[in-house]
């Protein structure tokens, strides 16, 4: 029988965007929108995202063939997508290893008309929300034309499935956003919403934060995946990229 599952995985959020310097300078100024021009899906990492990645893909290259992924998996947003080539440029990836494999499933939660609202914009624009997504948490609440944890991690059991099915036994780098770091750890740990809320109330995930799975025979009757680190930033700050953790621009509701 082939394998289920993969022999390493790996779990990135892509490196610092303009979404994110954008977001702090909205939150520091109290306004109610963040101002970026491009559609959320079009915002690229800024020149330190940049630095991040670059670093995260040298840190890979140090690596021995075998300890390196073989396959790389990435959000369709631009920012991921840049993250994923500049660490494949770095040398990241095993030899002969093919190109960039793009899965919409991986992409940002989507917010709807809370999109690109701070905290405040959101209480003063639409309050009748921000009042639902207190009484439901964030796990459950879908703003109108949005999507919920719940819906992110029911195309992430799709994208799961996918792998799988074609990708059973190689090393897998998925380079995707912060709720998506947190859904896949709730899918591959069979976490509660308690559980994972708990994670994340800890603190962001930071950019270019490594999450680290391997394959356990014992996990399960054919086996499963085990935890092996959980947000590790050591590789940038080895090689000087300063460490972020910023909310990206549209997901300020998730702050």
């Not at 609440?141 to 819906?151: A, F, L, N, V």
């Not at 029911?154 to 912060?178: C, E, F, K, P, Y």
């Not at 086996?223 to 549209?250: H, I, Q, W």
């Amino acid at each position: 029988m082939p394998p289920r599952h993969p022999h390493r995985l790996w779990v990135v959020r892509h490196g610092e965007s303009a979404g994110n310097v954008a977001r702090d300078a909205a939150h520091a100024a109290g306004a109610a929108r963040i101002d970026i021009p491009e559609r959320d899906v079009d915002v690229p990492l800024s020149a330190l995202g940049r630095r991040q990645a670059e670093a995260l893909g040298r840190w890979f290259a140090e690596r021995p063939n075998g300890d390196r992924p073989d396959i790389i998996l990435a959000s369709p947003y631009r920012r991921a997508v840049q993250t994923a080539e500049l660490i494949r440029g770095a040398g990241g990836l095993a030899e002969g290893a093919p190109g960039l494999l793009v899965d919409e499933r991986l992409r940002e939660k989507e917010f709807g008309i809370l999109d690109r609202l701070t905290r405040t914009g959101i209480e003063q624009l639409h309050p009748e929300q921000a009042a639902l997504r207190h009484d439901l948490g964030k796990f459950y609440h879908r703003p109108p034309g949005g999507e919920s944890w719940c819906d992110v991690i029911l195309r992430l059991r799709s994208a799961l499935d996918t792998v799988a099915l074609h990708h059973g036994g190689r090393r897998i780098l998925v380079v995707a956003h912060q709720v998506v770091v947190l859904c896949l750890r709730y899918l591959l740990e069979g976490m509660t919403e308690e559980e994972i809320l708990a994670v994340d109330a800890q603190g962001d995930v930071a950019n270019c934060g490594l999450t680290e799975y391997r394959f356990a025979p014992d996990a399960g009757p054919d086996g499963g995946l085990a935890l092996v680190r959980y947000n590790f930033v050591a590789p940038l700050a080895a090689r000087g990229a300063p460490v972020t953790s910023e909310t990206d621009a549209d997901a300020a509701a998730e702050s």
